[in-house]
């Protein structure tokens, strides 16, 4: 008889499998997830380059999904369209989300009227195959909010993903169904607003994510990020709203899965 004790499975909402490089590659990165109790993994898309390698992952296996979208920061020749959007979301089981989409006003400050019209075309597709939204904001909280408002984003609800805004957004993006996770930077000694909001969700709207490679949670600040530090955020979070960390894990894990339960196959 087995005497060692299952450990609740966490989940990291927002990663970047392919931009992770690590030595022994996925297998090595999914080896160390499952080795610290990552059950399942989201896997996000930035652009169309990348996204066929992120299907193919969200297909071989069974405890990665995937994304479709464009980044607000990418770069493209010809835009993204919505009908485009709708058909990898649609034809692609692993596929599970649409995203991760928004505005970032922060990296660019030119004209941004392309930012706003892609992002609206994200939220377009998510109505059409009804699956949730991943959003990115960056400097650009009301206009996100706004955006998710009037073009009817509460009927596929999302995630806010790496929230660094204030509880205020929070409160507007929670108002319109939306979860807000949280990444590495609420471990961060500055970022007091982060754990401030951090403490102030409530607790079944709460996700926890690596957003790896970028934003590698303490004590691993500056190095390579990967799934399985998704664990030293959730153990921050609990520390900070002074609940047991199974208690922060299961309830993390239950609000991924209500969110998502229309989307996954
Ligand atoms: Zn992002
Ligand atoms: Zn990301």
Redesign the pocket.
Known sequence: MKTEMIHPQLIDSHCHLPLIKLEGGLEAILKNAQKEGIGHILCVSVDLETWPEINEIANKYDNVYGSVGV?PNTELETEITVKELIQLAENNPGIIAIG?TGLDYYRNSDDLAWQKERFIKHIQAARAVNKPLII?TREAGEDTVRLLRENKADEVSGVM??FVDDYEIAKKALDLGFYISFSGIVTFKNAKQVQEVAKRVPLDRILVET?SPYLAPVPFRGKTNQPAYVRHVAEFVSNLRGIPMENLIAATTDNFFRLFQHAIP
Do not use: S
Request: with cysteine.
């Open positions: 980044h991760e990115h993903h790496c957003d």
